[in-house]
């Protein structure tokens, strides 16, 4: 079956460092893959997507290219902030006739910002 | 416009109780899904509805789990003889159809269930 692996976190940076939380994933087809991002005492939010490989996804600050050769998504953004901290989760979805679009997750990664 | 709300946010419950969780979706939203997010688990995904129609059940953990959705709109997730492992957050989204093309989902705050 579908799978999303992630980095554990959590990962801890001073503001404006550069972050990158990588992301690989095992389909049977051809998903779309999805970075997700729950701030602390809030709802799981989408923060970028990508359809097709070499789309590049980007929201915030934040990109990640879709790359079918190594089959990953990673989460990249040059300059991080306090506010960025939040816990990450990658997913892919593949369109199902019994799940809908239905999401796969990764376990999530946990940012830490110091000011 | 409103999003998708549940209720109640917490719920504690004793083991062996009967628990109901409510998924009020965004209107006009006809896919419906349930997920649960749990320490030992992550995120994983239990069942999902095109209308009032759940295709495949065979993502609830066990037959203690039922749900149902009623009128295209609310639907609402059961778990009887609760048990510890059940403990976990409840989540819930909507898209605008499920299927076809992939489809933004819309989740809500969910519901911590407790089983003590």
């Known amino acids: 079956g579908d799978s999303v692996t992630q980095m554990e976190g959590p990962v801890t940076l001073s503001e404006e460092a550069f972050l990158t939380i990588n992301c690989t994933y095992t389909a049977t087809g051809y998903p779309s893959l999805f970075w997700y991002v729950q701030y602390p005492g809030e709802g799981l939010q989408l923060l970028l997507k990508a359809t097709k490989a070499d789309d590049k996804g980007s929201n915030k600050g934040f990109e990640a290219t879709y790359r079918k050769e190594t089959t990953s998504f990673h989460l990249e953004k040059g300059s991080v902030q306090v506010s960025d901290s939040a816990v990450y989760f990658c997913?892919?979805?593949?369109?199902?006739?019994?799940?809908?679009?239905?999401?796969?997750f990764g376990g999530g990664t946990r940012l830490m910002v110091k000011p | 416009g409103a999003g998708v709300s549940q209720s109640p946010s917490n719920k504690v419950t004793e083991k062996g109780k009967d628990v109901e969780l409510r998924c009020d979706p965004i209107s006009g939203h006809t896919a419906l899904y349930w997920y649960r997010q749990s320490l030992g688990q992550g995120l994983e995904f239990l069942i999902y509805?095109?209308?009032?129609?759940?295709?495949?059940k065979s993502g609830l953990p066990s037959d203690r789990f039922s749900a149902e959705r009623t009128g295209g709109s609310v639907s609402t997730l059961t778990i009887q003889r609760t048990q510890q492992e059940d403990s976990a957050v409840y989540l819930c989204a909507s898209s605008p159809r499920g299927g076809g093309q992939t489809y933004e989902q819309y989740f809500g705050p969910g519901t911590r269930l407790t089983v003590t």
């Open positions: 509805f095109q209308g009032n129609s759940a295709p495949d």
């Open positions: 997913a892919l979805s593949e369109v199902n006739n019994n799940a809908g679009n239905m999401l796969t």
